[in-house]
């Protein structure tokens, strides 16, 4: 009953955007399981843009990949076999399981996804890290006050479409950046966001911003970096806060963009800019999991899926994926329950 | 007994670095006194960059200055005559006087200097808003920890200078951004910093940066912004602070610098930047000069002044510290005691 285990791993370090030649396609056989360990088949795996900076040498918030190894990422999977006595066969489970077919995984390294709480996919988005990168990135280092002018960036993707929620259900005036018309339309018309910009549309991106805050930014949620956030950032209000969860418009160069320096506006304002990294809240996860669920529960939360199906088309979708192509959290369906 | 006043003005507002015609000396009677004023005689003017922000029409801290206006400045001053029960004939007081020989001011714009306590310039310098701004904007938002790497630039400013020695009464290595051997050779020996750094001899500031910061930099105090600060930002720790303290590189010119983004460094470190001014700390400097007036006499803060002498030598003074070439805090004396 041993199962072809098919991979997806790193074959070459990228120079600029990923190629789909800097990916494997690797089959392996699946090892035995050690005590304490579970065998399991991928249902869901995640793309997220953290996997660019483990593709390279440097650089990155984590050790870089070997050439070779497993592409990593979160994933959500079935239980075949355990050998774990908290995990049966059949469990729907949650963890780091890369990009792979069937992965093997120690029992302290699977959570539990409940499949009645919502659907299973939501344990890699609203659910999961995105949802949970947004609620304590914009509560905890945002922290938004009501009526404050909220911009997030990357407004249409897995972590941006919550914070513009969660901004909205905390009241502020919340303005998103997004790259095409239908993501505005999508933000402003069913997610109900203030104003929404696609700034791949603006002529004048400055012109524009200072059109939809009229008061300034008190808050910028910042997925993207780049000129948006130029932009954005030289409009900080006194004591605003800056996010930095994301800058996937530098992840790809190869080497630092100029931009206009804004330390001046940060010290004129007081203002004060972060990093964010989700993980440093892991403490506080079941928290957070809890009050998202309960906002979709409620109806207060929506989210948006672009499912791409089958182990081989991971890559493309990554790629797309950074290139902001996809329409909502990217997923790679590769087995169903 | 009515004197002729005379005062340092603002002439027309300066494009790039001021020039000396950028000013006017101006002539006046003084006024004659309300209830709960006082006339007084300055002794010594203090000469900051922030005073630059004022003269341009925008993108100050503050309104900006009109044409025609006394320049605005910290000064140590005696009274000459008060209609202030608080205050009597001699009384050695400091307040935002300007840049004038005499100025009329409510007693609530007035505090009492104890010349017993220190030389009275030092009412400008360690214990007035340079020494309060190092100890809240190191101590506050610096929070640096024993055994940690501070780096300072602007270092024998007259902010700078005290940054560095708080830092090493904190138990920090502390690494010193200067601009000649001079300063160089003076923050080392005499105050006792780590390492200094002359960025205007260093061929590779970057390779410098690495010599001297071996495991990287956890406080950065930033006085001065551009290149230096590009340099270190990108050596910023894992949960690292930047204070934004003044930006003089940038004070200067008349469109924003482009420099590399570094928010991705800020990202993966999960480091803070955040804009600092003094005045909000207003309702603790009593605690800090305390603080600041127990070092002092305990012989662990040292410090050192320039002193240009009578009104007519403010502009050419103030052209220079903003150009760098005063040794330590800029000061100008009015009239003797």
Redo the contacts between chains.
């Keep these: 009953m041993v199962r072809v285990n098919r991979q997806i791993t790193l074959g070459s370090r990228p120079s600029g955007f990923p190629k789909i030649s800097d990916f494997q396609l690797a089959y392996s056989a699946l090892p035995s399981l050690a005590a304490g360990e579970a065998l399991v088949r991928t249902l869901y795996l995640s793309l997220d843009p953290y996997m660019r900076?483990r593709m390279s040498d440097a650089?990155?918030?984590d050790r870089p990949l070997a050439i070779g190894e497993v592409m990593p990422g979160g994933a959500v999977a079935v239980v075949v076999h355990s050998e774990d006595s908290g995990f049966r066969t059949g469990d729907v489970v949650e963890g780091m399981l890369g990009w792979q077919e069937y992965a093997v995984a120690h029992g302290s390294e699977l959570r539990r996804v409940d499949p009645d709480l919502a659907p299973i996919s939501t344990a890699l988005g609203v659910l999961g890290l995105p949802g949970l990168a947004a609620y304590f990135g914009l509560l905890e280092l945002g922290a938004p006050r009501d009526g404050e002018t909220v911009v997030v960036s990357g407004a249409a993707g897995a972590v941006g479409m919550l914070v513009g929620q969660i901004a909205k259900i905390r009241g502020c005036r919340v303005v998103g950046v997004a790259g095409s018309d239908a993501e505005v339309s999508w933000l402003r018309d069913e997610l109900g966001l203030d104003a929404v910009l696609n700034y791949r549309a603006a002529v004048d991106l400055e012109a524009a911003l200072d059109d939809l805050c009229p008061v300034g930014v008190d808050v910028y949620f910042?997925n993207v970096?780049?000129v948006i956030?130029d932009a954005v950032i030289c409009r900080i209000n006194r004591r605003g806060r800056i996010v930095?969860?994301?800058?996937i418009s530098?992840?790809n160069l190869e080497a630092?963009?100029?931009?206009?320096?804004?330390?001046?506006?940060?010290?004129?304002?007081?203002?004060?800019?972060?990093?964010?990294?989700v993980s440093?809240y892991a403490e506080r996860f079941p928290e957070g999991r809890e009050q998202l669920a309960a906002w979709l529960k409620q109806g207060k939360l929506r989210y948006r899926e672009d499912i791409a199906q089958g182990i081989e088309a991971a890559p493309q979708a990554f790629i797309g994926m950074l290139q902001g192509n996809n329409q909502g959290k990217q997923l790679v369906q590769l087995s169903g329950l």
Tied chains: 1, 2.
């Design positions: 900076g650089d990155s918030r910042d970096g780049g956030s930095v969860c994301g800058q530098q992840d630092p963009e100029l931009g206009p320096r804004w330390l001046s506006r940060l010290m004129m304002q007081q203002a004060r800019a972060e990093g964010f990294l440093e």
